[in-house]
């Protein structure tokens, strides 16, 4: 099924071409529409923010990598090799995840049709609606169909934008960040069509993660901005005041402003909506953010009065708790707000960019959120004067903390502080940055010289490796077979691109 458009100066996007989805060659295009500001929910919300005390906003991570375990080594979803496979692990859970995949398009319209207002922010990386395009899965694509491209149902329903192939960004190489960011745009379009991709101004990343490193978090501002994001959501504990003290306690449910430096002395800023921590899956599942909303009251920005804003994001489909627990208490709280009047005050549900429009339409000024960073850039700052920036001062003074501050480091950090995509995993992080290394070598003169070298089949499908290789599951899920889907990917990226193969 192809998206079909009422923009008559954009091409008709398919979503395969040459037999692989369709992530790169109008970008132009894309960025003209995407670019554009105007309203997305403030014209059809239901909402009205002077009955409203404070809201709570809900969002579901949905995510399968792709690995080259088809039959005869064919790029295929993990969920196709969890059917294939049900007796390794938990793969017998293949089918419970399918429906996860697709239930929100069952629950939402059930939860109107029965007076209810609900609300849902879906992030899905690339990788999983490729692996269910491969798959056939047409039930499954049709559900979130429905309630994306059908007007009843847009004002409940929020897609975030993400990474392509979840690729966590402080360790993705920064030429990369833009390109797995245009290659999701490129393939939404293609499913959804151009007017859904135009509602999408919010962007969640991978794990949650935000780099720290001055000038990748700069690159990953600017990359976000310059592809229409009005805001990202950001975990509590990665960002910190531009003294190095946390966030107070009331700031965590207003927008902030994060600003990124670079070591150049360049500063860039995006809104930030906050997700506060704990864990997440229960927290969602069990509708947690709406009974957190109900201490909360409004809150002051500039001369604005504002409701605050509980934001949660949690994985849409791991786990017995989202499985199980989910769909009994989204209904039973839906339900619970409908049934005593307050669908449309007090507590209610709210995606984030409708929040953002209908407080801005208020009065209330991005200028005014309060100021935030990356966690730990304040130790830099405090050693680099910032009017005089340098890359070369910024190094020094990375290199001299890792040498002084045990708890100093530039990994970043994500929804837990447990795991590191970095240390441990040379054998992957390696091969990742010669193989992004190669592609930009061959590439960036061309499509510079010829932006349209973007739509050949030659560039499709090495960008399609280059990014594959940067999922993080092939160091989240540990070393051994993941470690070895890596390195198969490596290989074949690296013959596309010309280059003699490593033994």
């Known amino acids: 099924m192809t998206a079909t458009t009422p923009f008559a100066n ?63 080594g064919e790029l295929i979803s993990n969920l196709q090799y969890m059917f294939e496979h049900p007796n390794q692990g938990d793969n ?39 692996g269910l395009q491969q798959m056939g899965r047409e039930d499954i694509l049709n559900n979130l169909k429905r309630i994306t491209c059908d007007p009843q149902y847009q004002p409940y329903v929020e897609w975030l934008g993400t990474m392509w192939s979840h690729a966590v960004i402080p360790s993705t190489p920064i030429p990369d960040i833009k390109l797995h960011i245009q290659a999701w745009q490129h393939y939404f379009a293609a499913i959804f069509g151009y007017d859904a991709l135009k509602r999408v101004k919010g962007f969640s990343p991978p794990e949650m993660h935000l780099p720290n490193h001055p000038d990748t978090l700069f690159e990953y501002i600017k990359a976000l901005k310059e592809c229409g994001y009005r805001w990202l959501m950001v975990q509590e504990h990665s960002v910190e005041r531009l003294d190095g003290s946390g966030l107070h306690h009331d700031d965590k449910y207003i927008p902030n402003r994060l600003v990124a430096r670079n070591s150049l002395g360049e500063t860039i800023s995006i809104t930030a909506l906050i997700k506060t921590q704990g864990s997440d899956t229960k927290l969602v599942a069990q509708m947690q953010p709406y009974f957190e909303a109900k201490g909360r009251g409004k809150q002051q920005i500039g001369n604005v009065s504002i409701p605050s804003l509980v934001t949660q994001i949690a994985d849409g489909e791991n786990g017995g708790v989202m499985m199980n627990e989910y769909p009994r208490d989204l209904i039973r709280v839906y339900h619970e707000i409908r049934d005593s009047g307050g669908n449309h005050s007090g507590v209610v549900a709210l995606n984030g960019t409708e929040y953002l429009e209908l407080i801005e339409a208020a009065g209330a000024n991005p200028e005014d959120y309060p100021t935030c960073q990356a966690v730990q850039q304040h130790k830099i700052w405090q050693r680099v004067d910032t009017e005089k920036a340098t890359p070369e001062a910024v190094e ?91 390195r198969e990917l490596y290989r074949r990226g690296e013959a596309l691109l010309g280059v003699n193969q490593l033994s």
């Open 10 to 72: 954009l091409p008709v996007l398919e979503e395969f071409r040459t037999g692989l989805p369709n992530i790169c060659g109008w970008e132009a295009e894309i960025r003209s529409l995407v670019q554009q500001d105007n309203p997305v929910f403030l014209n059809n919300t239901n909402q009205s923010l002077q009955n409203i005390t404070a809201g709570f906003a809900c969002a579901l991570h949905m995510h399968q990598p792709t690995i080259p375990a088809g039959a005869n």
């Open 92 to 130: 017998h859970n293949a089918e419970p995840f399918a429906w996860c995949y697709s239930r929100m398009g069952d629950f939402i319209p059930q939860l109107v049709s029965e007076g209810c207002n609900p609300r849902i922010m879906l992030d899905y990386s690339g990788n999983l609606l490729w």
């Open 396 to 486: 020094k003074a990375i290199a001299e903390l890792k040498e002084t501050d045990h708890q100093f480091h530039m990994d970043g950090a994500s929804w837990t502080n447990s795991l590191s995509w970095v240390q441990g995993y040379e054998n992957v992080l390696d091969p990742m940055k010669k193989l992004s290394a190669l592609f930009h070598e061959k590439y960036d003169t061309l499509v510079q010289q010829d932006p349209s070298v973007t739509q050949s089949s030659d560039y499709q499908e090495a960008l399609l490796y280059n990014l594959l290789l940067q999922t993080s599951c092939f160091r989240y899920w540990g070393q051994g077979m993941w470690t070895d889907f890596a």
